[in-house]
């Protein structure tokens, strides 16, 4: 059976981990570019294709809730695609350079208080290759939703892979047609 008969005539919310995703494209491109803070700590060049997966998430139902975390000084440069796509910015400022989680927590917090409080969304999509959503796929499961989750195939951690009901990895999505096509040298 598909989500879309599973969930049929329910909304979808995605929630995105925006800086997993793109420090996996980044580690993807030049592993241990990322990590460096000479390099994580500088406005960032734009590497999501954001509209392949807000199309990914459409394709289970409306989108009733677009959300991504992250701490957005470093990623002004998604600014256009972010505001076509109607995703509601949650800034992060971390308490230090090397924090952990906050992202991770707010996201969860947020997910699980809107599947309490909206009954007509039926599939949670994250964006996430992080096995720290995994206690959040057993809480939507006991919700009765669908969870969809979307990661890079080297950065995804297989228990939270297997904790979804559906994965798709981001290496495998259609480009979309709004994606920056890079300039010809």
Known sequence: MTIQAI???????????????????????DPGAY??????????EPL????AVVDLAASF?????????CNWQF??????????NAIELHQLFPPGGAAKNGADIRLCLDAMDDVG????????????GDSDFMPLAHKLRAADRTLVGVG???????HWASSCHHFH?????????????????
């Open 7 to 29: 969930d049929a005539g329910r909304s979808v919310a995605l929630y995105w981990d925006f800086e997993n995703l793109h420090a996996s494209l980044c580690e993807d491109k």
């Open 35 to 44: 990590a460096r803070p000479d390099n994580r700590f500088k406005p960032q």
């Open 48 to 51: 999501v294709d954001v509209q």
């Open 61 to 69: 139902g409306p989108l009733a809730i677009n959300r991504a975390y």
């Open 75 to 84: 990623f002004a440069r998604y600014r256009d695609v972010l505001m076509h």
């Open 117 to 128: 409080r909206q009954v007509h969304i039926g599939t949670v999509v994250v964006v996430s």
């Open 152 to 158: 890079m195939r080297a950065a995804t951690n297989r």
């Open 169 to 185: 990895y981001y290496d495998t999505l259609p480009p979309s047609a709004l994606a920056e096509v890079p300039a010809a040298s």
